[in-house]
């Protein structure tokens, strides 16, 4: 930590001295071109931008090319002068910017006084003739009047074409947790979230976010997701979220929503039922959200203001929660009985102008989360699942320049942190039912997290307007993070248990199963420090904009000095001998010694990678309106503060048979001793003792970082004006993928041999029409299994082709429009080479993904001020592979088994069936009220209007399940086929009503309307 502090101070310090930068990713930008009547340049023109966001107006003169760009301007709406003696002065009115585009203006200037002002009110260009990124905005209006959820995640999957949800969301129920969701064949631990431009990515659950968002205070999402621009490292998606700020004049509104057990239906019918459903699984108490913003100035044309506060609750239904307790192991937590989570958050920003040419930003955001059933699920009661208590900050510091007419940019500074513990509700000890999966008394423990993020990003932008026969725009910048986290872990009584119910087969007789014993309490320290440089320079000659671009990254695992208090079962100077532990320095581990202090690691890992990147656009008819763009880029992956490692500081433990001696179904060790290899007497049971250490080995040298190759092409063209349609092809691949397989891979044909087994079939019982023999690998006489290794193969990794077609209409007239179509192929060669049964059987395939999506949200004003908008989404389900398990061989079973013990195979080509598709319909209906000079809105939403109830996830083995009828305990229990048996379904229909209030003259876009 000492180490970085030092690095950022000196950063910070040559930042300062060199001056500010730009970084375009957050902001956007001006592109002035000034021609006279004969299409000559028209050089020394004065252009001047304003904008209420603007606390002075920004001053600028054409180059020799009539060109003059205006950079890191914030996302709004500006106003364009341009004044030079001789000629009528031009004013372009209403021009929209939005981050990390260039809205491209070509003025025409007549000769005449300067006195004569003619005022354009055209619509600003939808095309971004600059860049080839394939983005998708949604401004403040698109948000403001369409139906879109309560949380950033349901607003992304209603809206943002080529997404994929593994879990559908009905009008943002889902209870106050994030979701992932992957795109153009890239995992959700590539995507990238940014707050005005700054990472807020989690360090350790990479490409989620460390806090929650305010939809309400976003001016602009823009979600990019191909053709990243070079500040940028991974080809995930990147969400950029720009928060409100404050204007000369002071306005603001507030905002509440509402609903609750009556707004809502029971999608549960007779089918789900039969599964196990009960009625009304996935209803809803209620959910609210309540949020008071306001702005202005502080000093006027110089210093503005945004605040913000925020509450949201939610409280919903979880099927199956909380599962019944037995009378042997009594419930002892009473109370809240849903998944509930209360969000309170504040924020605010101030814009601070010093003169024309240099700007200051900052912005803080500081949340309290509470979520008393973390976890909730039918494997749950109210005891075992944790309660969670979170801190959230987000703080931010930025400064923007001109430096020179040719010279500008932009520096950002960035702490951000989550408290995020998850404790354990009781003083009891944990214990796990293996006859049912149904956890009880206590979480299994009490994990505190504490994550921070330390972030600088510094961007140069210099121009050339005439080199080697074009324009040259060079930028160059470096991005830094250092993102630290510590977990403590603590267990009532340093244990887990086991017990069974009922009795399974003979071996699984009912009664105390097994007692696992730990070193905790332990503190875990682990860090991840990444410095990217870059630099490109886009080049303009004619029509065509050619950008090429190389980053440099360098990153940095870092395990640093650490130590923990002296455990109960395992005190420091234990030796626990008997292992055998292959070392990839080679021999194997037979003793173990406890510590409770420990070195630092350092370079676990330290990658050093180039990633080169190009780009081009061209303007096919010279009139700005339709552009064709191509990419082609290496990206490499983003990896968080899990990846350092093995950790020595980890955790221990050790399994064995528990006698339960009074039959309390409580662990006491009693007069147990240790013999140097186990502890004996007491309750431990005498049979063989499973042992768990942290990992001895050092980080795989040898591990390279995984990458993605991407090409787009993609062809932009304004159909009607502030009308854009696009399409695009996309095509990405994994290379370098990372896994384990056992033992040599070449040796195999030596080691298994092919044997045939029985596959019940889907119906999952033996002995029935759909039974099959399927092919397996059974390990050979005189062979043993080694501990897997680590390989980097380009064969796990994911191939994506998709095509994508989108039409957007900005608001104007009353109406605005988002729309999209796209369909995908992802495959990969091999999902696991972990070993032969995963390599070989029926391992061809789909690997995931949806096939045809189909995505629209649009708004309209309509007579008597009635406000009308409306999401429609229609989707392929997702692919999913039914597998099998074939047992173990015995000295009763000899035939059809596996020697190396049970394995899970697949029983069919991966992705062979398809969920059902889901198609929903949302409205919102509202009415504008204008009462004493100020206007309000009452309006409703209606989620999944049709009532569907579409099956999303399944069990995917192959057996019989057991359920009760409506999951009700008075019900029997009978047996399903575990088969595409339903575990999930869509929400049912919902109804949602809201106020909104504006005050003051500062009001929304969606205010004014």
């Known amino acids: 930590m000492l180490r970085t502090c030092r690095f950022l101070g000196v950063l910070l310090l040559l930042l300062v001295v060199a001056s500010p930068v730009w970084a375009q990713v957050q902001t956007g930008s001006i592109y002035v071109k000034v021609i006279d009547d004969q299409g000559a340049a028209i050089p020394g023109v004065t252009i001047t931008v304003t904008s209420p966001g603007l606390p002075q107006p920004l001053v600028g003169v054409t180059d020799s090319a009539g060109v003059q760009r205006f950079t890191a301007l914030s996302v709004g709406t500006y106003n364009v002068k341009a004044t030079l003696s001789g000629f009528q002065t031009?004013?372009?009115?209403?021009?929209?910017?939005?981050?990390?585009?260039?809205?491209?203006?070509?003025?025409?200037?007549?000769?005449?006084?300067?006195?004569?002002?003619?005022?354009?009110?055209?619509?600003?260009?939808?095309?971004?003739?600059?860049?080839?990124?394939?983005?998708?905005?949604?401004?403040?209006?698109?948000?403001?009047?369409?139906?879109?959820?309560?949380?950033?995640?349901?607003?992304?999957?209603?809206?943002?074409?080529?997404?994929?949800?593994?879990?559908?969301?009905?009008?943002?129920?889902?209870?106050?947790?994030?979701?992932?969701?992957?795109?153009?064949?890239?995992?959700?631990?590539?995507?990238?979230?940014?707050?005005?431009?700054?990472?807020?990515?989690?360090?350790?659950?990479?490409?989620?976010?460390?806090?929650?968002?305010?939809?309400?205070?976003?001016?602009?999402?823009?979600?990019?997701?191909?053709?990243?621009?070079?500040?940028?490292?991974?080809?995930?998606?990147?969400?950029?979220?720009?928060?409100r700020g404050g204007t000369n004049r002071f306005g603001g509104q507030f905002g509440g929503s509402?609903?609750?057990?009556?707004?809502?239906?029971?999608?549960?019918?007779?089918?789900?039922?039969?599964?196990?459903?009960?009625?009304?699984?996935?209803?809803?108490?209620?959910?609210?959200?309540?949020?008071?913003?306001?702005?202005?100035?502080?000093?006027?044309?110089?210093?503005?203001?945004?605040?913000?506060?925020?509450?949201?609750?939610?409280?919903?239904?979880?099927?199956?929660?909380?599962?019944?307790?037995?009378?042997?192991?009594?419930?002892?937590?009473?109370?809240?009985?849903?998944?509930?989570?209360?969000?309170?958050?504040?924020?605010?920003?101030?814009?601070?102008?010093l003169g024309a040419s240099n700007r200051f930003e900052s912005y803080g955001n500081y949340q309290w989360y509470d979520k008393p059933n973390r976890g909730a699920g039918a494997g749950v009661t109210l005891d075992s699942n944790p309660k969670e208590e979170d801190t959230f900050l987000i703080s931010q510091l930025s400064w923007n320049s001109v430096v020179?007419?040719?010279?500008?940019?932009?520096?950002?500074?960035?702490?951000?942190?989550?408290?995020?513990?998850?404790?354990?509700?009781?003083?009891?000890?944990?214990?796990?039912?293996?006859?049912?999966?149904?956890?009880?008394?206590?979480?299994?423990?009490?994990?505190?997290?504490?994550?921070?993020?330390?972030?600088?990003?510094?961007?140069?932008?210099?121009?050339?307007?005439?080199?080697?026969g074009g324009r040259h725009e060079f930028k160059f910048g470096l991005d830094h993070g250092y993102t630290p986290e510590d977990v403590t872990t603590t267990r009532v009584g340093n244990v887990n248990l086991t017990w069974r119910s009922v009795a399974g087969t003979a071996a699984q007789p009912a009664g105390p199963g097994q007692v696992t014993i730990f070193n905790t309490p332990t503190l875990i320290k682990r860090a991840?420090?990444?410095?990217?440089?870059?630099?490109?320079?886009?080049?303009?000659?004619?029509?065509?904009?050619?950008?090429?671009?190389?980053?440099?990254?360098?990153?940095?695992?870092?395990?640093?000095?650490?130590?923990?208090?002296?455990?109960?079962?395992?005190?420091?100077?234990?030796?626990?001998?008997?292992?055998?532990?292959?070392?990839?320095?080679?021999?194997?581990?037979?003793?173990?010694?406890?510590?409770?202090?420990?070195?630092?690691?350092?370079?676990?890992?330290?990658?050093?990678?180039?990633?080169?990147?190009?780009?081009?656009?061209y303007d096919l008819f010279g009139t700005g309106k339709t552009v064709l763009k191509m990419s082609a880029g290496k990206y490499f992956d983003q990896v968080g503060t899990g990846t350092p490692g093995p950790n020595p500081n980890g955790q221990i433990s050790q399994t064995y048979a528990w006698n339960d001696v009074n039959g309390d179904l409580s662990f006491q060790p009693g007069n147990a001793t240790w013999n140097g290899s186990r502890y004996v007497g007491g309750e431990f049971g005498a049979g063989a003792v499973t042992t768990s250490i942290p990992n001895p080995n050092p980080f795989d040298r040898n591990r390279k970082r995984t990458w993605r190759r991407e090409f787009t092409v993609s062809i932009d063209h304004e159909l009607f004006p502030a009308f854009r349609l696009s399409a695009a092809f996309f095509n990405r691949r994994e290379f370098d993928t990372y896994g384990n397989v056992d033992g040599d891979i070449n040796q195999w044909?030596?080691?298994?041999?092919?044997?045939?087994?029985?596959?019940?079939?889907?119906?999952?019982?033996?002995?029935?029409?759909?039974?099959?023999?399927?092919?397996?690998?059974s390990l050979n006489p005189g062979f043993t299994l080694v501990d897997d290794l680590p390989i980097n193969d380009d064969r796990l990794g994911v191939k994506y082709n998709g095509v994508e077609v989108v039409a957007t209409k900005r608001y104007g007239k009353g109406t605005t429009l988002l729309a999209g179509y796209t369909y995908s192929r992802e495959t990969v060669e091999r999902t696991s080479l972990a070993n032969p049964n995963a390599a070989n059987v029926n391992a061809d395939g789909i690997s995931g993904g949806r096939r045809h999506s189909f995505k629209a949200s649009g708004s309209a004003m309509l007579p008597y001020r009635v406000t009308f908008g409306a999401n429609f989404?229609?989707?392929?389900?997702?692919?999913?592979?039914?597998?099998?398990?074939?047992?173990?061989?015995?000295?009763?079973?000899?035939?059809?088994?596996?020697?190396?013990?049970?394995?899970?195979?697949?029983?069919?080509?991966?992705?062979?069936?398809?969920?059902?598709?889901?198609?929903?319909?949302?409205?919102?209906?509202?009415?504008?009220?204008?009462?004493?000079?100020?206007?309000?809105?009452?309006?409703?939403?209606?989620?999944?209007?049709?009532?569907a109830n579409t099956i999303f996830s399944v069990r995917t083995g192959t057996g019989l399940t057991n359920v009760r009828y409506a999951n009700d305990p008075a019900m029997p229990v009978t047996q399903i086929a575990t088969f595409k048996s339903p575990t999930g379904a869509l929400g049912p229909r919902i109804l949602r009503f809201q106020v909104t209030y504006w005050f003051g003259g500062g009001a929304s876009p969606a205010g004014n309307r």
């Open 90 to 243: 031009i004013t372009r009115e209403g021009v929209l910017v939005v981050q990390n585009q260039t809205v491209s203006i070509d003025t025409t200037m007549k000769v005449g006084a300067m006195t004569e002002e003619i005022t354009v009110r055209g619509e600003t260009p939808v095309v971004d003739t600059k860049s080839a990124a394939v983005a998708t905005n949604l401004d403040a209006m698109l948000l403001d009047t369409t139906p879109g959820g309560k949380d950033i995640w349901s607003i992304l999957e209603y809206k943002i074409p080529g997404l994929v949800f593994d879990t559908p969301d009905v009008g943002g129920n889902q209870a106050g947790l994030q979701r992932g969701f992957t795109s153009r064949g890239t995992p959700n631990s590539q995507n990238v979230q940014l707050v005005n431009g700054v990472n807020v990515g989690d360090p350790a659950a990479i490409g989620f976010s460390m806090n929650y968002y305010e939809p309400a205070t976003f001016e602009n999402v823009q979600v990019t997701t191909g053709a990243q621009d070079i500040s940028m490292g991974t080809s995930g998606t990147l969400i950029n979220m720009v928060t």
């Open 258 to 353: 509402y609903q609750g057990k009556k707004t809502q239906w029971d999608n549960v019918d007779e089918a789900l039922k039969q599964a196990g459903f009960r009625p009304e699984a996935q209803a809803v108490d209620f959910i609210s959200n309540a949020n008071i913003q306001a702005g202005g100035p502080l000093v006027a044309n110089r210093l503005f203001y945004f605040a913000n506060t925020n509450n949201q609750q939610t409280h919903v239904n979880v099927p199956g929660y909380p599962a019944i307790s037995p009378p042997q192991i009594p419930q002892i937590t009473s109370g809240n009985d849903r998944d509930s989570t209360e969000i309170w958050s504040v924020s605010g920003k101030l814009t601070y102008s």
């Open 404 to 468: 020179t007419d040719k010279l500008v940019g932009d520096t950002k500074i960035a702490y951000s942190n989550t408290h995020f513990p998850l404790n354990q509700k009781t003083d009891q000890q944990s214990i796990l039912d293996n006859a049912t999966g149904v956890r009880f008394r206590n979480n299994a423990n009490s994990a505190l997290m504490f994550r921070r993020r330390v972030q600088v990003t510094s961007n140069w932008n210099y121009y050339l307007s005439e080199f080697a």
């Open 528 to 617: 991840v420090t990444s410095t990217a440089l870059y630099a490109q320079d886009t080049f303009s000659l004619g029509r065509a904009t050619i950008i090429a671009g190389l980053r440099w990254e360098r990153v940095n695992g870092y395990i640093p000095e650490q130590t923990h208090d002296s455990s109960e079962y395992f005190p420091s100077g234990t030796t626990i001998s008997g292992l055998n532990v292959a070392l990839n320095t080679g021999g194997t581990l037979t003793t173990y010694t406890v510590r409770d202090s420990f070195d630092e690691v350092k370079n676990a890992p330290l990658w050093k990678n180039w990633a080169p990147r190009v780009s081009g656009t």
């Open 749 to 777: 044909d030596a080691m298994f041999s092919p044997v045939q087994a029985v596959d019940p079939g889907r119906d999952g019982v033996v002995g029935t029409g759909d039974d099959k023999a399927i092919t397996v690998y």
């Open 873 to 947: 989404l229609m989707s392929s389900g997702q692919p999913i592979t039914r597998t099998v398990q074939i047992g173990a061989c015995t000295a009763s079973i000899t035939t059809g088994c596996l020697r190396q013990g049970a394995q899970t195979v697949n029983a069919e080509p991966r992705g062979s069936v398809e969920l059902p598709g889901r198609y929903q319909v949302d409205l919102r209906l509202g009415r504008l009220f204008d009462v004493g000079g100020r206007r309000f809105e009452i309006g409703m939403d209606a989620y999944n209007l049709t009532n």
